[in-house]
């Protein structure tokens, strides 16, 4: 079967397909956005970029033991790029996955993945229950309480900011950014 690159529609319709669950849905919207944003920031693709974000936990739902490899037979047998599928199953490198994230767009999209879910608990304690006015500063002073969104793995975030030659501010702050464009369809 040949490769084909996706689009954003078929992928929203895949997601859609093996997602029910509006949380998962809304968390795979802010990592579309904010990979979307990274694309644009270093001038790479930003469709591609998005679609990767947006399909990244696929299987999750319906497959939680089996997490990266149902994605990949999913993808696979949808006659996915091999470039766009291997992106993806980077994400899960060291939990999931023994795919290293090695690209610029693999890195970031190890590092913002579970940021994303920081950030929007973050955002969800504030008294305007949005991250359009949230700064830096409010995302640090949850960081150290390892109680407070503690599925969001700061581990793995240090990690891909330091693969990415990042600050953890630096990376904070790009992600509430790309998070704030799509701020209205995910609640947020």
């Given at each position: ?110 590092a913002i993945d579970e940021l994303t879910g920081l950030v929007t ?19 640090k002073k949850k960081w150290g ?44």
């Amino acid at each position: 079967m040949p490769t084909h690159i996706p689009t954003r529609h078929e992928a929203l319709e895949l997601l859609l397909k093996y997602n029910s669950s509006q949380s998962l849905i809304n968390h795979a919207k802010s990592v579309e956005a904010v990979m979307r944003y990274a694309a644009r920031r270093h001038g790479d693709d930003e469709e591609k970029w998005g679609v990767i974000g947006l399909v990244h936990d696929l299987d999750y739902e319906k497959y939680p033991k089996q997490h990266c490899t149902m994605t990949k037979q999913i993808l696979t047998e949808a006659g996915w790029d091999e470039e766009y599928i291997r992106a993806i199953l980077s994400h899960g490198w060291g939990i999931c996955s023994d795919i290293e994230p090695l690209s610029l767009l693999e890195k970031t999209l190890f590092a913002i993945d579970e940021l994303t879910g920081l950030v929007t608990a973050c955002a969800l304690v504030r008294p305007s229950k949005s991250v359009m006015d949230m700064e830096v500063k409010s995302v640090k002073k949850k960081w150290g309480n390892k109680q407070f969104a503690a599925g969001a793995n700061r581990d793995v975030i240090e990690k891909g900011a330091a693969m990415l030659g990042y600050t953890i501010d630096d990376l904070i702050e790009m992600t509430i950014n790309g998070m704030r464009e799509v701020a209205g369809e995910i609640g947020l």
